[in-house]
Antibody, heavy 119, light 109 residues
């Protein structure tokens, strides 16, 4: 069965960086893309970006351009999202999600990783 | 950039009643529209894609309709487990770029 298992909660200081991992299993990793979505406390869903696990191509939300980097390690079927220059408003639950195909939505989600930014 | 709006923000419904949720796109997204359900403390779950196709395992009481800029999610007879927040999402771009609506909370009347 398809599973996306994310790394554990993080607490970071303003200005620091965080790197969240998302380990995939139950399918051929390189056949699908991965998107990252975040949700601030009590707020809605915000799409952060997409990475092709096939060739590493990326597309980031304009708002996060320059602060976010998404990568994959095909040897371990793991996707990573790094966010730099953290601010308090980056406090959120971060989700990875499998993109089910070309012009298709997200069919499987990770369990979420809480990132807290606080001095 | 495509902006998604949803109405109402909150919908109060009694169990067994019908719920109708609306989603609007600022420009046409064809039928590239999905609906997700999210319960507190859980990741979202895909309900509908292609505007009207139920995802695997989704009960028939959930149905979607619309195309272009206007979309509707209907829950024909609300069950206790359906009280949640519902988000629409457009995915009409390549390279992939996704936009979520702000959500509609369905709560118990």
């Amino acid at each position: 069965q398809v599973q996306l298992v994310q790394s554990g909660a993080e607490v970071k200081k303003p200005g620091a960086s965080v790197k969240v991992s998302c380990k995939a299993s139950g399918y051929t990793f390189t056949s699908y893309g991965i998107s990252w979505v975040r949700q601030a406390p009590g707020q809605g869903l915000e799409w952060m970006g997409w990475i092709s696990a096939y060739n590493g191509n990326t597309n980031y939300a304009q708002k996060l351009q320059g602060r976010v980097t998404m990568t994959t390690d095909t040897s371990t079927s793991t996707a990573y999202m790094e966010l730099r220059s953290l601010r308090s408003d980056d406090t959120a639950v971060y989700y990875c999600a499998r993109v089910s195909g070309v012009l298709l939505p997200f069919d499987y989600w990770g369990q979420g990783t809480l990132v807290t930014v606080s001095s | 950039e495509i902006v998604m709006t949803q109405s109402p923000a909150t919908l109060s419904v009694s169990p067994g009643e019908r719920a109708t949720l609306s989603c609007r796109a600022s420009q046409s997204v064809s039928s590239n529209l999905a609906w997700y359900q999210q319960k507190p403390g859980q990741a979202p779950r895909l309900l509908i894609y292609g505007a009207s196709t139920r995802a695997t395992g989704i009960p028939a009481r959930f149905s979607g309709s619309g195309s272009g800029t206007e979309f509707t999610l209907t829950i024909s007879s609300l069950q206790s487990e359906d009280f949640a927040v519902y988000y629409c999402q457009q995915y009409n771009n390549w390279p992939p770029l996704f936009t979520f609506g702000p959500g509609t909370k369905v709560d118990i009347k």
